[in-house]
């Protein structure tokens, strides 16, 4: 078991989170059927990984760690699973919010829990934009409850990336999601690049002052 849960950590800090989250069920599982308590501790690890790795499978549905999903220990990391699967970004920043000793308590989850957080984020980012051609960014910025600070810099990266295929509207703080030139694309994610550059380096002149 020691040998698969230091494996699954390793393959953390490579981002590698499907063979992670291999290694710490197979740990997981040796803990279990020795009577290990270190088993609790890995099974948080594999639901870390599971969602790190963007997986849609509900971890718990696997018969050997069905039984512990009303463990004390795992039922916050129970219902963040639940609030993942359901794309709940609200509810489950107020489960880590509210569950500092089982969730944040761990150093090895509160290294990694910010990613899964902005992962999580962008997944509902997408999914929320999807349907629009045009859609405004403070009612994203509700919507991810995020501040507008933090959502172009996010929305700047998944464009200059090509997860979003669109534009940001300074003047009229619109996502502009039509289609555009590949040429024109590059250009508009630059200057959108640029603009939240600008933005950033103004606030740290602020507080310098």
């Not at 088993?39 to 990984?49: N, P």
């Not at 512990?68 to 489960?95: C, G, Q």
């Not at 999601?177 to 740290?204: C, F, P, Y």
Request: charged residues 25%.
């Amino acid at each position: 078991g020691i040998i698969r849960e230091c494996g699954g950590k390793m393959h953390m800090e490579e981002r590698s989170f499907d063979s992670a989250f291999t290694d710490f069920y197979e740990a997981f599982k040796n803990y279990d059927e020795a009577g290990n308590a270190r088993r609790i501790i890995c099974l948080k690890y594999l639901v870390l990984a599971n969602m790190l790795s963007l997986s849609e499978i509900n971890p718990f549905d696997s018969p050997e760690a069905k039984p512990y999903a009303n463990n004390p220990e795992i039922v916050a990391m129970t219902n963040l699973v639940s609030a993942y699967s359901r794309k709940d970004i609200h509810e489950f920043e107020i489960i880590i919010n509210s569950n500092k000793t089982t969730i944040m308590g761990d150093p090895f989850i509160q290294e990694h829990i910010q990613e899964l957080v902005s992962k999580f984020r962008t997944q509902v980012l997408l999914k929320l934009i999807k349907p629009y051609s045009k859609i405004s960014l403070p009612f994203i910025s509700e919507q991810l409850n995020i501040p507008a600070e933090e959502l172009e810099p996010l929305l700047v990266t998944l464009i200059l990336d090509r997860k979003v295929v669109g534009y940001i509207d300074q003047v009229t703080q619109m996502l502009d999601l039509q289609v555009q030139d590949e040429g024109e694309e590059k250009n508009i994610a630059i200057q959108n690049w640029s603009h939240s550059l600008r933005e950033l380096t103004d606030a740290i002149m602020v507080k310098m002052h």
